[in-house]
Nanobody, 125 residues
Framework: QVYLVESGGGLVQAGGSLRLSCAASGLTFSGYGMGWFRQAPGKEREFVAAISRSGGSTAYAESVKGRFTISRDNAKNTVYLQMNSLKPEDTATYYC??????????????????WGQGTQVTVSS
């Protein structure tokens, strides 16, 4: 069974930083592109960032470009999301996901078949 377990969320003031981690088990981690998504109360889940199997290619939502950095350590079966210069509008539950549809877009929720339970990020103003 596949497990994706996020950690690192919390409460931070605007301008602060957090580093999210997602530990994967039950799959050959290096065989999957990975993504981070977020969902704020009353809003749809949205794409944040994605990284290719090797880590050589990344993609970001415009709203986080230049502030967030996605990375992965295939030896540790872990993907990270470094979040700097956080804003109140970044407040959401953050989910990591494994891309199971090879032909699908890195940006599309439907390309990801395995999901974690999420970790809450709250940014106070």
């Amino acid at each position: 069974q596949v497990y994706l377990v996020e950690s690192g969320g919390g409460l931070v003031q605007a301008g602060g930083s957090l580093r999210l981690s997602c530990a994967a088990s039950g799959l050959t981690f290096s065989g999957y592109g990975m993504g981070w998504f977020r969902q704020a109360p009353g809003k749809e889940r949205e794409f944040v960032a994605a990284i290719s199997r090797s880590g050589g290619s990344t993609a970001y939502a415009e709203s986080v470009k230049g502030r967030f950095t996605i990375s992965r350590d295939n030896a540790k079966n872990t993907v990270y999301l470094q979040m700097n210069s956080l804003k109140p509008e970044d407040t959401a539950t953050y989910y990591c996901a494994a891309k199971t549809f090879d032909a699908g877009s890195m940006y599309a929720i439907t390309s990801y078949g395995y999901w974690g339970q999420g970790t809450q990020v709250t940014v106070s103003s």
